[in-house]
């Protein structure tokens, strides 16, 4: 079974710019979550989208957001890009079959420059 | 506020080595645990993970842990360190309820093997 798959794995953007990020999760997965990894704030979470609705919003602005298909694909987009939003941007999905708690796959993340 | 802490952001230990991460959370309820590695330029593998049951977890590569209610930790250990195991180890959580797949990360623990 193919794993999470994230794309493009490389973008440069600059300032004020916008950008939209794509996460296919393992196939029958129907839950996808979003982070974000820095060398300075470590791993933190964006949201999570189950059945095409966002559950759970991290301390992001409103900058960030989020959506998610029927068929489970997710995209996120980052608009007005700062340099701060510099990043690896990772995707998880799990297998939902009971309202919390399954483990998440990753993707190889995306790594976002701004310039 | 609810948080993960791992003592020790780097750890260096000699190939055959035992090899001990920390990892201590805060929360009024017993959460869900996990422990990830991270590769360089990779995403997350899930090692390992607690949720009810068998307070001893054992996971992939020989690494285990143990969840300790009383001492709200979830160390992880394995008995001998190989120079594959260099990477980066996260423990997180998932808070009940309502946790919805966000996982809470702790800063992370840069595990060194020479030879």
């Known amino acids: 079974k193919a794993g999470v798959t994230q794309t493009p794995r490389y973008l440069i953007k600059t300032r004020g710019q916008q950008v939209t990020l794509s996460c296919s999760p393992i196939s029958g997965h129907r839950s996808v979550s979003w982070y974000q990894q820095t060398p300075g704030q470590g791993l933190q979470f964006l949201f999570e989208y189950f059945s095409e609705t966002q559950r759970n919003k991290g301390n992001f602005p409103g900058r960030f957001s989020g959506r998610q298909f029927s068929n489970s694909r997710s995209e996120m987009n980052v608009s007005t890009l700062e340099l701060g939003d510099s990043a690896l941007y990772l995707c998880?999905?799990?297998?939902?079959?009971?309202?919390?708690?399954?483990?998440?796959?990753f993707g190889p993340g995306t790594r976002l420059l701004v310039l | 506020a609810q948080s993960v802490t791992q003592l020790g952001s780097h750890v260096s230990v000699s190939e055959g080595a035992l090899v001990l991460l920390r990892c201590n959370y805060s929360?009024?309820?017993?959460?869900?645990l996990f422990w990830y590695v991270q590769y360089p330029n990779q995403g997350l593998q899930l090692l390992l993970k607690?949720?009810?049951?068998?307070?001893l977890v054992k996971g992939i590569n020989g690494f285990e842990a143990e969840f300790k209610k009383s001492e709200t930790s979830f160390h992880l250990t394995k008995p001998s360190a190989h120079m594959s195991d260099a990477a980066e180890y996260f423990c997180?959580?998932?808070?009940?309820?309502?946790?919805?797949?966000?996982?809470?990360f702790g800063a992370g623990t840069r595990l060194a093997v020479h030879p």
């Open positions: 607690y949720t009810t049951g068998a307070t």
């Open positions: 929360s009024s309820v017993p959460p869900y």
């Open positions: 998880a999905s799990s297998l939902i079959r009971g309202p919390e708690g399954e483990t998440q796959y």
């Open positions: 997180a959580v998932t808070l009940l309820p309502g946790g919805y797949n966000k996982l809470i």
